[in-house]
């Protein structure tokens, strides 16, 4: 079966079918840690975190309103 590799960020992906690849694991959990630094310095709280089938999204809150960020890889 031919392996498929993807860019992303700089970073690159393996496709394994069916799974979440170890290096999307790590591209995911890097992600995390980034919103978070980030929404900080706006005044928003990383509440949620969830990642699919090389896909992940964050939930946000501030003191009045919730935001989403969604992110697909090609």
Known sequence: MEELYR???G???KDDYGKNS???ID????????MKINA????LRLITFETGH?????YF???ETKKVC???IP
């Open 7 to 9: 860019k992303c960020q």
């Open 70 to 72: 969604i992110f697909f």
């Open 40 to 43: 900080a310095k706006y005044g």
């Open 22 to 24: 170890k290096e999307f």
């Open 27 to 34: 591209f995911a959990n890097d992600m995390k840690k980034s």
């Open 54 to 58: 090389y896909d992940m999204c964050g």
């Open 61 to 63: 809150k501030d003191n």
């Open 11 to 13: 970073k690159t992906i």
